[in-house]
């Protein structure tokens, strides 16, 4: 590999392992907490941080080159659209 | 100069970052496959709140969770298979890819039985049990077994391309210095990872 590539240590993972087991354990509780249509929401955004850290961390694009953080996003970008395209279609049909 | 040329020369023909690359890409392809069911779950829950409701509840959370935190260990495992050979340490790098795959075999036994569970309640594609439910049940269950099932494959994928990767660290075919391969063995597995993390709050945990 490259002479600057970054190399994380093991406690960084094991760290990053018992963050996401917590969020689990907190989304499960969640759940069973009846919060209405706020519950969705929070499920949702609980996931979203668990991906945050499995793609940054697990899969080291907080260390890669710029180019995977952009075709990344690209590809973010294309899902979001494709979903709010669709729900623009379906709500104001 | 000559001197780099040299250096250059030595080096076998090999692009890690383009590997990579290739290796995103695919995936985002797989984003996009997924992503379309994705998109037809949340279409269906939106027009049927309430069918989605009643029948998540036949949905067994607890196997749930087990699954979510045996994928989410599976994922350090790799993560540190790739760290530890990285530092020369071959025999944990084995030892954490072999951990890997009982974790992923784990996770299929628990999909057996989840799954046998609904068959013998009468709940598969196109029992009469399920066709009398309301249309939003049956969506409900038809995405149920086509994403759960879809990402199953992935995972017995994921697990045969692990397993290939612990016999090329065996044969010294992945090494310290030449472990790209394994890296994107890794990041298939993270992906698999990924979608099941949305799966599991989607499926298992509508209350």
């Known amino acids: ?24 354990a907190i989304t499960v509780t969640i ?25 940054n961390i697990f899969m080291h694009i907080k260390f890669d080159e710029p180019i995977f953080k952009i075709f990344l996003a690209l590809s973010g970008t294309t899902i979001l659209i494709i979903f709010v395209l669709t729900f623009v279609d379906i709500l104001y049909r | 100069m000559s001197d780099h040329e040299n250096v250059l020369d030595h080096k076998v023909h090999r692009d890690d970052v383009g590997a990579k690359m290739g290796m995103w890409l695919f995936l985002f392809t797989e984003v996009l496959l997924f992503g379309g069911m994705f998109l037809i779950y949340a279409v269906y829950r939106y027009q049927y709140p309430e069918q989605f409701h009643i029948a998540a509840m036949e949905l067994n959370t607890n196997i749930g969770t087990l699954n979510t935190i045996i994928l989410l260990t599976s994922s350090l495992t790799v993560a540190l298979s790739i760290a530890a050979l990285q530092k020369g340490n071959k025999l944990l790098s084995m030892i954490m890819l072999g951990t890997t795959i009982v974790l992923a075999v784990l996770f299929l036994v628990n999909k057996f039985f989840e799954w046998s569970t609904k068959f013998a309640h009468g709940i598969y594609p196109g029992s009469s049990i399920l066709t009398s439910k309301p249309n939003g049940q049956i969506l409900f269950f038809g995405l149920y077994y086509v ?9 017995i994928i994921g697990m045969v391309i692990l397993a290939f990767m612990l016999n090329f660290i065996k044969r010294n075919k992945v090494t310290t210095d030449n472990y790209v391969k394994l890296e994107n063995s890794g990041l298939y597995w993270h992906l698999v990872d990924l979608i099941w993390i949305f799966l599991f709050p989607l499926f298992y945990l509508i209350q």
């Open chain 1, 1 to 24: 590999m490259s002479g600057n590539k970054h190399h994380i240590g093991y406690g960084t993972y094991v760290i990053v392992w018992i963050a996401l087991l917590a969020f689990t």
């Open chain 1, 31 to 55: 759940a069973g907490v009846s919060l209405g249509r706020y519950t969705l929401f929070i499920a949702l955004l609980i996931a979203a941080i668990k991906s945050a850290l499995v793609i």
């Open chain 2, 147 to 155: 994403m759960t099932g879809l990402h199953a494959i992935h995972v």
